[in-house]
C-alpha cells in the first residue's frame, strides 16, 4: 500500500530541526550577558547556521526533485518500464491500425492469388488466421471511434482502451505471419496448372472492360459532383491500368518460364488483378454513394426548411410576449 506523508516534524530532515534550534535558541540568563550580546553581535555570529541552513535546503531539494523524477518513470510500486504518454501511445494505436489493415489488405490479395493458383480450398490455416485478424481489425477500429466519438474518457480509460488497439492489431499481424508458410509452400510448387494460366489471362480481360466502364462513370462523376466528393477514386483508374499491365507481363512470362519461377510469375500476376479489382470496386462504389446522397438531399432539404419555419414561428410567439410588443392584427 502506499503510504502517506506523516506531517509536523516528522517530515522535516534532522539537520532543519538543527538549523531552527540554533536560530531561535535563547540567550544566556544573566541580564549583563544579554546586554553583552546585544552589544556586541556581529554578522559572525550568524555564519554558521546559515550555512547550515542553506546546506538543509540544498539536500532537501535535491531529494524532492529525485523522488519526483523516479515517480514519473515508475509503473509499480518498485519501478519497471517507464509508463508513455496518452499522446505518444495514441500515436502507437494509430501506427498499428495502419499497419493492421495494411497487412490483412495484403493477406486478402495473396490468399486470392492462392486461391487462383491453386483452388478455391487452398491454405485453409492461412484463410482461418486472415479470418482471425479481420476480426482483431475490427474490433481495434470500433475502440478507435469509440475514442474519437463525441464522449470524453478519463484518463485511465482512454489508456486501457489505446492499449487494446496496440495489442490486437499486434495479434492480427503476429497471426498472419505465423500462418504466411501456407502460402510459402504454394508459391514453391513445381510447375503451375495450365487451368490456372488461362483463367487468369480471362479475369484480366474481363477487369480491362470493367476499367473502360469505369473511367466513363469517374468522367461522369467529375461533370455532376464538385472535385472534393470524386477526390477518393480521382486516380483509381489511372492506378487500376497500371496493375493491369503489370499482371499482362507477368501471365506472359509465366507462360514462358518453367518450374517455380513461372509459379512465381502467376503468383505475382493474381496479386496485381486482385489490387486492380480492388481499384475498379472502389469507382463503381463510390458512383453508388454519391448517387444514393444525391437521392437524400431534396428529403433533407425539405426537412431543414420544415425546422426553420418551426423555429421562426417559436421566435415570433416568444417575441410576442416582450413588454411593449404591440399585439398580432
Same mark, same amino acid.
Given at each position: 500500500?502506499?503510504?502517506?506523508?506523516?506531517?509536523?516534524?516528522?517530515?522535516?530532515?534532522?539537520?532543519?530541526?538543527?538549523?531552527?534550534?540554533w536560530?531561535?535558541?535563547?540567550?544566556?540568563?544573566?541580564?549583563?550577558?544579554?546586554?553583552?550580546?546585544?552589544?556586541?553581535?556581529?554578522?559572525?555570529?550568524?555564519?554558521?547556521?546559515?550555512?547550515?541552513?542553506? /546546506?538543509?535546503?540544498?539536500?532537501?531539494?535535491?531529494?524532492?526533485?529525485?523522488?519526483?523524477?523516479?515517480?514519473a518513470?515508475?509503473?509499480?510500486?518498485?519501478?519497471?518500464?517507464?509508463?508513455?504518454?496518452?499522446a505518444?501511445?495514441?500515436?502507437?494505436?494509430?501506427?498499428?491500425?495502419?499497419?493492421?489493415?495494411?497487412?490483412?489488405?495484403?493477406?486478402?490479395?495473396?490468399?486470392?492469388?492462392?486461391?487462383?493458383?491453386?483452388?478455391?480450398?487452398?491454405?485453409?490455416?492461412?484463410?482461418?488466421?486472415?479470418?482471425?485478424?479481420?476480426?482483431e481489425?475490427?474490433?481495434?477500429?470500433?475502440?478507435?471511434?469509440?475514442?474519437?466519438?463525441?464522449?470524453?474518457?478519463?484518463?485511465p480509460?482512454?489508456?486501457?482502451?489505446?492499449?487494446?488497439?496496440v495489442?490486437?492489431?499486434?495479434?492480427?499481424?503476429?497471426?498472419?505471419?505465423?500462418?504466411?508458410?501456407?502460402?510459402?509452400?504454394?508459391?514453391?510448387?513445381?510447375?503451375? /496448372?495450365?487451368?490456372?494460366?488461362?483463367?487468369?489471362?480471362?479475369?484480366?480481360?474481363?477487369?480491362?472492360?470493367?476499367?473502360g466502364t469505369?473511367e466513363?462513370?469517374?468522367?461522369?462523376?467529375?461533370?455532376?459532383?464538385?472535385?472534393?466528393a470524386?477526390?477518393?477514386?480521382?486516380?483509381?483508374?489511372?492506378?487500376?491500368?497500371?496493375?493491369?499491365?503489370?499482371?499482362?507481363?507477368?501471365?506472359?512470362?509465366?507462360?514462358?518460364?518453367?518450374?517455380?519461377?513461372?509459379?512465381?510469375?502467376?503468383?505475382?500476376?493474381?496479386? /496485381?488483378?486482385?489490387?486492380?479489382?480492388l481499384?475498379?470496386?472502389?469507382?463503381?462504389?463510390r458512383?453508388?454513394?454519391?448517387?444514393?446522397?444525391?437521392?437524400?438531399?431534396?428529403?433533407?432539404?425539405?426537412? /431543414?426548411?420544415?425546422?426553420?419555419?418551426?423555429?421562426?414561428?417559436?421566435?415570433?410567439?416568444?417575441?410576442?410576449?416582450?413588454?411593449?410588443?404591440?399585439?398580432?392584427?
Amino acid at each position: 500500500m502506499r503510504r502517506r506523508p506523516t506531517r509536523g516534524f516528522g517530515t522535516l530532515p534532522a539537520g532543519v530541526l538543527v538549523a531552527a534550534w540554533w536560530l531561535s535558541r535563547p540567550a544566556a540568563a544573566d541580564g549583563h550577558a544579554r546586554q553583552q550580546d546585544d552589544i556586541g553581535t556581529s554578522g559572525a555570529d550568524l555564519v554558521l547556521p546559515l550555512a547550515l541552513l542553506a /546546506a538543509v535546503v540544498a539536500v532537501a531539494a535535491y531529494t524532492f526533485l529525485t523522488r519526483r523524477r523516479r515517480a514519473a518513470t515508475r509503473t509499480t510500486p518498485h519501478g519497471g518500464v517507464p509508463v508513455p504518454e496518452l499522446a505518444e501511445l495514441d500515436g502507437r494505436a494509430r501506427a498499428a491500425l495502419v499497419s493492421a489493415d495494411d497487412a490483412v489488405r495484403t493477406g486478402r490479395e495473396e490468399l486470392a492469388a492462392a486461391a487462383a493458383v491453386a483452388g478455391a480450398g487452398a491454405a485453409p490455416s492461412f484463410a482461418q488466421a486472415l479470418h482471425h485478424a479481420e476480426g482483431e481489425l475490427r474490433a481495434a477500429f470500433r475502440l478507435r471511434l469509440e475514442l474519437d466519438d463525441a464522449r470524453p474518457e478519463d484518463e485511465p480509460a482512454r489508456r486501457e482502451m489505446l492499449e487494446e488497439v496496440v495489442a490486437r492489431c499486434a495479434d492480427a499481424e503476429r497471426r498472419l505471419a505465423e500462418a504466411a508458410g501456407a502460402l510459402d509452400a504454394l508459391r514453391s510448387a513445381p510447375e503451375p /496448372a495450365k487451368e490456372a494460366l488461362d483463367a487468369a489471362e480471362e479475369r484480366c480481360r474481363e477487369l480491362g472492360g470493367r476499367l473502360g466502364t469505369a473511367e466513363a462513370a469517374l468522367t461522369a462523376l467529375r461533370g455532376r459532383y464538385a472535385p472534393s466528393a470524386v477526390a477518393p477514386v480521382a486516380t483509381a483508374p489511372d492506378r487500376a491500368e497500371a496493375r493491369l499491365r503489370s499482371a499482362r507481363d507477368g501471365l506472359a512470362r509465366a507462360r514462358t518460364a518453367a518450374g517455380p519461377e513461372a509459379v512465381r510469375q502467376l503468383w505475382a500476376a493474381e496479386a /496485381a488483378l486482385a489490387q486492380a479489382e480492388l481499384l475498379v470496386d472502389a469507382v463503381d462504389r463510390r458512383a453508388v454513394e454519391l448517387a444514393e446522397a444525391a437521392g437524400r438531399l431534396p428529403g433533407a432539404l425539405a426537412e /431543414a426548411e420544415a425546422d426553420l419555419a418551426e423555429a421562426a414561428k417559436v421566435l415570433e410567439d416568444l417575441a410576442e410576449g416582450l413588454p411593449g410588443r404591440p399585439p398580432r392584427v
